[in-house]
């Protein structure tokens, strides 16, 4: 019998390795089960990578650098590189959205709070499904669709998800993170381009709608929604949907005007929760939405009144009123999280909270 190649080998342990992973974060009542996902999703890439330098003749061990022609040792074996180094050898473009996934979820790990694992879940939900997508994508660009975990990942069960006391306690989850937690999230997409944020590939978005189906009001059918695959108008309306953990119930086909979008109590509100400054919608709202000229002034009159920039607010004509949409609030976020932004985008130092 022919011996298989190292590569294999490698390969395989990878692919045991991201199955564990999928085991251990969707196991019912499993302890630590975001920290236990990252170890063994990091060791899967670790040996997938190295199955790749192996395969395409890649010298992937330590040399000593006091004597280059001989490789470093632990226990008598050559040391390996580690999953930074062999990042940089996959993708040298710092700007490649799965070498930007994998760095940040590392970071993730290595600030994993257990107090705080739930609320941590819920925003690095996005990251974590990056992770595995991009995973399987790459065994099998590599290796084939033998070595492929799709057949054995099904889609987890949450329902939390779909019951309104459930979504609360996720918010609440999140909103419990301290801010130095928050601040690690909007820091770390604050250094990136727009580009590498919004590809699937650094995070995976999904909305989930529950809808009407043909046989029974009652069941529950799920769609799920590649952003890559949305014409400009769609992908516009779904990101006026994308709320707080990304969930939208729905019981049934019933209109509902303006959903999705924010009056200034409770835009400022979500911007107040996520920055450590106090952030008040009748002053420092008010001053972002000039600062930024997101609408007219309340002098406008007439079709001026209509005059907004809709990617952040919309006229509600029968009101008479402004709403604004969850990417402002993201927006404003990302700008006031620090003292400088803060007092560049409303024009005065913040007041800690």
């Not at 994998?102 to 990056?130: C, D, K, P, S, W």
């Not at 709320?243 to 939208?248: E, L, N, P």
Request: proline share 5%; with cysteine; net charge positive.
């Amino acid at each position: 019998m022919a011996r298989k190649p190292s590569w294999i080998k490698m390969v395989e342990s990878s692919r045991l390795e991201a199955l564990n992973a999928v085991e251990f974060y969707n196991r019912p009542a499993s302890r630590r089960p975001l920290e236990a996902f990252f170890v063994h999703m990091h060791m899967a890439w670790l040996y997938l990578l190295h199955a790749e330098f192996a395969k395409a003749g890649i010298n992937y061990h330590y040399r000593d650098p006091k004597s280059p022609s001989r490789y470093l040792k632990v226990d008598g074996e050559r040391k390996s590189w580690d999953l930074e180094r062999s990042l940089r050898e996959r993708w040298p473009q710092t700007s490649d959205a799965v070498r930007n996934n994998l760095e940040f979820t590392v970071r993730i790990r290595n600030r994993i709070e257990h107090r705080y694992e739930a609320g941590l879940m819920v925003v690095a939900a996005g990251f974590t499904q990056a992770l595995i997508v991009n995973y399987e994508e790459e065994v099998v660009e590599q290796f084939g669709a033998v070595f492929s975990i799709a057949d054995d990942v099904h889609l987890p069960i949450s329902l939390s998800t779909f019951s309104r006391e459930g979504v609360a306690r996720l918010i609440a989850a999140q909103h419990d993170l301290p801010t130095r937690l928050k601040d690690f999230f909007i820091d770390f997409r604050s250094t990136l381009d727009a580009e590498i944020v919004n590809d699937r590939r650094f995070e995976f978005r999904v909305e989930i709608i529950q809808k009407r189906t043909p046989t029974n009001d009652a069941d529950l059918a799920v769609s799920f929604v590649r952003e890559e695959e949305l014409t400009p108008e769609q992908r516009k309306a779904y990101e006026v949907l994308e709320r707080t953990g990304r969930i939208v119930l729905r019981e049934k086909e019933r209109p509902v005007s303006n959903l999705g979008r924010l009056k200034p109590k409770a835009a400022a509100a979500a911007v107040e929760a996520a920055i450590p400054f106090r952030f008040t919608a009748s002053s420092d709202l008010a001053q972002a939405w000039k600062k930024l000229k997101v609408r007219p002034p309340s002098s406008a009159r007439g079709r001026s009144r209509r005059k907004t920039d809709e990617r952040y607010c919309i006229y509600d004509e029968p009101h008479d009123d402004y709403l604004y949409t969850q990417p402002f609030v993201d927006l404003l976020i990302r700008k006031c999280a620090s003292s400088s932004g803060f007092m560049d985008t409303i024009g005065r130092a913040p007041r800690t909270k």
